[in-house]
Protein backbone atom coordinates (compact mmCIF):
# COMPACT_ATOMS: atom_id res chain seq x y z
CA UNK A 1 0.00 0.00 0.00
CA UNK A 2 1.64 3.83 -0.53
CA UNK A 3 2.10 5.59 1.67
CA UNK A 4 1.13 9.55 2.34
CA UNK A 5 2.62 11.31 -0.88
CA UNK A 6 3.22 15.07 -0.92
CA UNK A 7 4.21 17.60 -4.20
CA UNK A 8 6.46 19.54 -4.69
CA UNK A 9 8.91 18.26 -2.30
CA UNK A 10 10.69 21.73 -2.42
CA UNK A 11 9.24 25.01 -3.27
CA UNK A 12 11.29 28.65 -3.11
CA UNK A 13 9.04 31.58 -3.30
CA UNK A 14 9.43 35.35 -2.96
CA UNK A 15 7.16 37.51 -0.08
CA UNK A 16 3.47 38.38 -0.98
CA UNK A 17 3.86 35.72 -3.70
CA UNK A 18 1.13 32.59 -3.06
CA UNK A 19 1.91 28.62 -2.84
CA UNK A 20 -0.48 25.57 -3.21
CA UNK A 21 0.76 22.56 -1.48
CA UNK A 22 -0.79 19.26 -2.28
CA UNK A 23 -0.97 15.98 -0.77
CA UNK A 24 -2.20 12.27 -1.44
CA UNK A 25 -3.41 10.38 1.29
CA UNK A 26 -3.12 6.41 1.88
CA UNK A 27 -5.87 4.44 0.15
CA UNK A 28 -9.10 4.76 2.41
CA UNK A 29 -8.22 7.56 4.57
CA UNK A 30 -10.54 9.97 4.79
CA UNK A 31 -8.98 12.24 7.10
CA UNK A 32 -6.21 14.35 6.02
CA UNK A 33 -4.18 17.06 8.98
CA UNK A 34 -1.59 19.34 7.91
CA UNK A 35 1.17 20.59 9.74
CA UNK A 36 4.06 23.40 9.58
CA UNK A 37 7.06 22.22 11.79
CA UNK A 38 9.65 25.35 12.18
CA UNK A 39 13.33 24.70 14.36
CA UNK A 40 12.43 25.45 18.00
CA UNK A 41 8.68 25.59 17.19
CA UNK A 42 7.92 21.16 16.77
CA UNK A 43 4.60 20.50 14.55
CA UNK A 44 1.90 23.09 14.45
CA UNK A 45 -1.17 22.05 13.84
CA UNK A 46 -2.42 23.92 10.86
CA UNK A 47 -6.06 22.49 10.19
CA UNK A 48 -7.79 18.78 9.55
CA UNK A 49 -10.17 17.68 6.56
CA UNK A 50 -12.93 15.08 6.86
CA UNK A 51 -15.14 13.59 3.93
CA UNK A 52 -14.05 17.24 2.25
CA UNK A 53 -15.09 19.64 5.56
CA UNK A 54 -12.63 21.19 7.86
CA UNK A 55 -12.89 19.61 11.44
CA UNK A 56 -10.56 21.49 13.50
CA UNK A 57 -8.25 24.23 12.80
CA UNK A 58 -5.07 25.87 14.17
CA UNK A 59 -3.96 29.51 15.40
CA UNK A 60 -2.80 30.27 11.93
CA UNK A 61 -3.88 33.17 9.98
CA UNK A 62 -6.78 33.10 7.49
CA UNK A 63 -3.84 33.14 4.83
CA UNK A 64 -3.88 29.88 5.36
CA UNK A 65 -5.99 28.02 3.89
CA UNK A 66 -7.08 24.25 2.69
CA UNK A 67 -9.17 21.86 1.33
CA UNK A 68 -10.06 18.21 0.52
CA UNK A 69 -11.44 16.48 -2.24
CA UNK A 70 -14.20 13.70 -2.71
CA UNK A 71 -11.00 11.28 -3.50
CA UNK A 72 -9.52 12.75 0.09
CA UNK A 73 -7.07 14.33 -1.48
CA UNK A 74 -5.99 17.62 0.18
CA UNK A 75 -4.41 20.95 -0.78
CA UNK A 76 -3.36 23.81 1.66
CA UNK A 77 -2.82 27.19 -0.03
CA UNK A 78 -0.88 29.97 1.54
CA UNK A 79 -1.79 33.87 -0.01
CA UNK A 80 0.83 36.78 0.54
CA UNK A 81 3.58 34.84 1.61
CA UNK A 82 6.26 36.04 4.36
CA UNK A 83 9.48 35.22 5.25
CA UNK A 84 8.56 33.08 8.70
CA UNK A 85 6.15 31.29 6.67
CA UNK A 86 9.44 29.40 5.67
CA UNK A 87 8.85 25.97 6.90
CA UNK A 88 8.42 21.83 6.40
CA UNK A 89 4.83 21.14 5.61
CA UNK A 90 3.91 18.22 6.45
CA UNK A 91 0.56 16.21 5.69
CA UNK A 92 -0.58 13.43 7.54
CA UNK A 93 -4.03 10.94 7.08
CA UNK A 94 -5.71 7.97 9.01
CA UNK A 95 -8.64 6.03 8.52
CA UNK A 96 -11.22 8.46 10.70
CA UNK A 97 -11.26 11.53 12.79
CA UNK A 98 -12.18 11.67 16.31
CA UNK A 99 -13.18 9.22 18.59
CA UNK A 100 -10.93 6.25 19.41
CA UNK A 101 -7.55 7.11 18.42
CA UNK A 102 -6.44 6.36 14.42
CA UNK A 103 -3.21 6.57 13.81
CA UNK A 104 -1.80 9.31 11.71
CA UNK A 105 0.68 8.31 8.95
CA UNK A 106 3.08 11.55 7.49
CA UNK A 107 3.71 12.50 4.64
CA UNK A 108 7.97 13.51 3.40
CA UNK A 109 6.66 17.25 4.08
CA UNK A 110 7.21 19.98 1.48
CA UNK A 111 10.19 22.61 2.34
CA UNK A 112 9.04 25.68 1.56
CA UNK A 113 11.65 28.70 1.46
CA UNK A 114 10.49 32.31 0.98
CA UNK A 115 13.05 34.71 0.07
CA UNK B 1 0.53 28.57 24.71
CA UNK B 2 2.49 25.70 24.72
CA UNK B 3 0.45 22.74 25.84
CA UNK B 4 3.22 20.33 25.29
CA UNK B 5 6.70 20.81 26.40
CA UNK B 6 9.74 19.08 25.72
CA UNK B 7 12.54 20.89 27.87
CA UNK B 8 15.62 18.99 26.30
CA UNK B 9 16.36 19.95 22.91
CA UNK B 10 19.27 17.41 22.63
CA UNK B 11 20.29 14.18 24.67
CA UNK B 12 23.35 11.92 23.81
CA UNK B 13 23.80 8.60 25.54
CA UNK B 14 26.50 5.69 24.78
CA UNK B 15 25.43 3.00 22.76
CA UNK B 16 24.02 -0.34 24.74
CA UNK B 17 22.33 2.38 27.56
CA UNK B 18 19.14 3.49 28.35
CA UNK B 19 17.75 6.87 26.43
CA UNK B 20 15.06 8.55 28.13
CA UNK B 21 13.62 11.44 26.66
CA UNK B 22 10.62 13.83 28.88
CA UNK B 23 7.48 15.35 27.63
CA UNK B 24 5.21 17.82 29.90
CA UNK B 25 1.83 18.48 29.48
CA UNK B 26 -0.37 21.52 30.95
CA UNK B 27 -4.27 19.93 29.74
CA UNK B 28 -5.68 17.22 32.12
CA UNK B 29 -8.24 16.58 29.07
CA UNK B 30 -5.59 14.86 26.76
CA UNK B 31 -6.98 11.01 26.36
CA UNK B 32 -3.89 9.75 24.12
CA UNK B 33 0.01 10.31 24.15
CA UNK B 34 2.10 9.30 21.55
CA UNK B 35 6.16 9.23 20.21
CA UNK B 36 7.12 10.10 17.27
CA UNK B 37 10.59 9.02 15.61
CA UNK B 38 12.28 11.74 12.89
CA UNK B 39 15.12 10.96 10.36
CA UNK B 40 15.92 13.99 8.26
CA UNK B 41 14.37 14.46 5.13
CA UNK B 42 11.19 12.06 6.40
CA UNK B 43 8.03 12.65 7.70
CA UNK B 44 7.74 11.77 11.67
CA UNK B 45 6.80 7.67 12.18
CA UNK B 46 4.98 6.90 14.93
CA UNK B 47 6.55 5.05 17.63
CA UNK B 48 4.25 4.04 20.35
CA UNK B 49 1.38 5.62 22.55
CA UNK B 50 -0.61 5.28 25.54
CA UNK B 51 -3.79 5.89 26.65
CA UNK B 52 -4.76 8.36 29.66
CA UNK B 53 -6.28 5.30 31.50
CA UNK B 54 -2.88 3.57 31.67
CA UNK B 55 0.73 4.18 33.30
CA UNK B 56 2.57 2.28 31.21
CA UNK B 57 2.84 0.69 27.62
CA UNK B 58 5.54 -1.40 26.46
CA UNK B 59 6.80 -2.57 22.87
CA UNK B 60 9.97 -4.10 22.35
CA UNK B 61 12.70 -1.76 23.76
CA UNK B 62 10.44 1.30 23.93
CA UNK B 63 8.48 1.62 26.86
CA UNK B 64 6.17 4.73 27.71
CA UNK B 65 4.95 5.60 31.46
CA UNK B 66 2.78 7.94 32.06
CA UNK B 67 2.42 10.18 35.18
CA UNK B 68 -0.78 12.09 35.15
CA UNK B 69 -0.60 13.45 38.62
CA UNK B 70 2.05 15.10 37.08
CA UNK B 71 0.97 15.51 34.01
CA UNK B 72 4.17 13.62 32.70
CA UNK B 73 5.11 11.10 29.89
CA UNK B 74 8.60 9.61 29.39
CA UNK B 75 9.95 7.29 26.76
CA UNK B 76 12.43 4.77 27.35
CA UNK B 77 14.74 3.06 24.98
CA UNK B 78 16.86 0.29 25.98
CA UNK B 79 19.07 -0.76 24.67
CA UNK B 80 19.51 2.29 22.82
CA UNK B 81 21.11 1.88 19.51
CA UNK B 82 22.65 4.28 16.92
CA UNK B 83 19.70 3.71 14.16
CA UNK B 84 17.41 5.26 17.20
CA UNK B 85 19.57 8.80 16.40
CA UNK B 86 16.31 10.95 15.22
CA UNK B 87 14.39 13.82 16.41
CA UNK B 88 11.53 12.65 18.62
CA UNK B 89 8.35 14.13 19.22
CA UNK B 90 6.27 14.16 21.81
CA UNK B 91 2.19 14.88 20.95
CA UNK B 92 -1.22 14.56 23.17
CA UNK B 93 -4.13 14.28 21.66
CA UNK B 94 -8.13 15.11 23.10
CA UNK B 95 -10.95 13.59 21.63
CA UNK B 96 -11.40 16.15 18.56
CA UNK B 97 -8.68 14.53 16.88
CA UNK B 98 -6.01 16.95 16.92
CA UNK B 99 -2.78 16.02 17.80
CA UNK B 100 -0.46 18.87 19.68
CA UNK B 101 3.24 18.53 19.57
CA UNK B 102 6.12 18.97 21.49
CA UNK B 103 9.01 20.77 20.02
CA UNK B 104 11.16 17.76 20.04
CA UNK B 105 14.06 16.41 21.15
CA UNK B 106 17.15 15.02 19.11
CA UNK B 107 18.80 12.21 20.50
CA UNK B 108 21.98 10.89 19.58
CA UNK B 109 23.36 7.31 20.43
CA UNK B 110 26.72 7.04 20.21
CA UNK B 111 28.32 4.18 18.98
Known amino acids: KAGVTQTPRYLIKTRGQQVTLSCSPI?????VSWYQQTPGQGLQFLFE???????NKGNFPGRFSGRQFSNSRSEMNVSTLELGDSALYLC??????????????FGPGTRLTVL | DQQVKQNSPSLSVQEGRISILNCDYTNSMFDYFLWYKKYPAEGPTFLIS?????DKNEDGRFTVFLNKSAKHLSLHIVPSQPGDSAVYFC??????????FGQGTTLQVKP
Open chain 1, 92 to 105: ASSLSTGGSYNEQF
Open chain 1, 49 to 55: YFSETQR
Open chain 2, 50 to 54: ISSIK
Open chain 1, 27 to 31: SGHRS
Open chain 2, 91 to 100: AARRNTGKLI
